[in-house]
């Protein structure tokens, strides 16, 4: 039995997302290792995790434009080429300077081939596939996540960190190849490239990250880093400002007019902003506080993706029998109250209770992305769906920058209201994770703006009647 398009499609695009999802999973794992070899503090280390992000949030709002221009499979192909010599680059590096640059060429790579291989999957499927076709997509990806801090913490302890970076060449070798073999060159009709918007945008993204990542121990002082924060928030408010009589505006925030595609936006970005923060904070604590080494950190962390990937086959039933808007509220709720929970380890806490947790917490942050994902395309047109997906991937990314920053500040923070302790005491974790708990339970509010029928269309056939074909168990 051949297998459906829309099938080939996800896991092609997934080689990226396995690819990219894996390189941020073990670097996450490494970073103290990494701080110890270019002989840096660990807390500074957050700049190689925000740096990527950063570049990110720069180029993805031009990736729906170059994606239309000179067609979708050709820019897919270039940016996983792009990314795997960022890789090398990273491998290659001596000094702090050199691997945040380094990273930045990754996030260049990133930026047009997650939101681009996005674009070919929406633009390939009905809307009846969709819940399902993501499910397929992330499943994959979530292979990264799964394996990262185990092969991360492997590596680093038995071999050198590098070599972390250097895994992605073979895996980007096959998503070039699987490109070319499965994947149509897509294109639409591309609007002109709005370069005033591109300039704003991209430099207040760049100001606002790096002066908000750039409080730290050894880093830069706060004067700088609030004077670079304030220039980016005003370029960014210049860009609305542009952006509201621009004819084709590089984000178009016309469709934050959506409710759907608004929650996604607002209540996922407030969501992704406490979540973002554990890729930083966990495998530190367990690593400075718990002394752990990196494998026997990964080796406790990697339990949460397999939560994630438990899920992956759950996403459409949950969603078909209780709906969009009560998952949304009541998993949000449930997953801050999970990741408030993390904070409250301590050496003594059973491993087997704390993988628990990890597991749990997994399950249900995925199926709170994956819901999120969904519902923003709900009421978006194929007119509006590359600008769509260009906005809502440079929200996502700016919320899991604005996460490790936070994350970082909220240690530093509450080391400062203990000043005889440690920045990296387990009593400053504890509170950090609370706090980034309670940012990620403010989303509940934006997505009680949501109508009760919210997303029905994407859990029925185009008959009216409850599709099994979303659900992997109904094929």
Avoid at 439 to 447: E, G, M, T
Wanted: proline share 5%; aromatic share 10%.
């Amino acid at each position: 039995m051949p297998l459906p398009s829309y099938l080939i499609t996800a896991l092609t695009v997934a080689c990226a997302l396995f690819m990219e999802n894996l390189d941020s999973t073990v670097i996450a794992t490494s970073l103290p290792a990494i701080a110890k070899d270019l002989h840096e503090d660990p807390i500074s280390l957050k700049l190689a995790l925000t740096s990527y992000l950063v570049s990110l949030a720069i180029f993805i709002p031009a990736s729906g434009w170059a994606a239309d221009r000179f067609g979708a499979r050709t820019i897919f192909r270039a940016a996983i080429l792009v990314f795997t010599l960022g890789s090398i680059s990273c491998g290659m590096a001596r000094t702090l300077l050199g691997l945040v640059c380094s990273r930045m060429i990754q996030g260049l790579g990133g930026a047009m081939m997650v939101p681009v291989g996005r674009l070919l999957l929406l633009r390939s499927v009905e809307r009846s596939e969709l819940v399902n076709a993501l499910s397929f997509l992330t499943v994959p990806a979530l292979l990264g996540p799964m394996t990262g801090p185990l092969l991360g913490g492997f590596i680093t302890t038995y071999f050198h960190w590098r070599w972390i970076f250097w895994i992605n060449v073979p895996i980007g070798a096959i998503g070039i190849l699987l490109a070319t073999l499965f994947l149509d060159d897509i294109k639409d009709e591309a609007w002109p490239l709005d370069v005033s918007g591109f300039l704003l945008c991209g430099l207040g993204l760049a100001f606002l990250l790096f002066g908000l990542g750039g409080v730290g121990r050894g880093l830069m002082p706060w004067q700088p880093a609030t004077l670079l924060a304030g220039f980016g928030i005003l370029a960014l408010a210049a860009y609305g400002l542009h952006a509201r009589g621009a004819a084709f505006p590089l984000l178009d925030l016309k469709l934050l007019s959506i409710k759907t595609f608004r929650a996604s936006v607002v209540g996922g970005s407030l969501f992704r902003i406490g979540i973002g923060s554990i890729p930083f904070l966990l495998p530190l604590m367990l690593q400075t506080g718990f002394d752990l080494n990196a494998f026997q950190s990964g080796s406790i962390t990697f339990i949460a993706s397999a939560g994630a990937m438990a899920m992956k086959g759950t996403a459409a039933p949950i969603l078909r029998r209780f709906g969009f808007r009560p998952v949304l509220v009541y998993n949000a709720v449930l997953s801050a109250g999970i990741l408030g929970c993390y904070g409250f380890f301590t050496p003594s806490t059973p491993v087997a209770l704390m993988m628990s947790l990890l597991f749990v917490g997994g399950f249900v942050r995925s199926l709170e992305f994956t819901s999120l994902n969904a519902i923003a395309f709900a009421e978006i047109d194929a007119l509006q769906m590359s600008r769509a997906v260009s906005l809502s991937s440079v929200a996502q990314q700016l919320s899991l920058s604005l996460g490790v920053a936070a994350g970082a500040g909220a240690l530093q923070g509450f080391a400062l209201l203990n000043p005889d302790t440690d920045v990296l005491a387990l009593e400053n974790f504890k509170w950090a994770f609370v706090a980034m708990a309670a940012v990620s339970l403010s989303a509940v509010a934006a997505f009680l703006q949501l109508p009760a029928d919210a997303g029905s269309e994407l859990t029925r056939s185009r008959s009216g009647k409850s599709a099994e074909a979303i659900s992997p168990a109904g094929q």
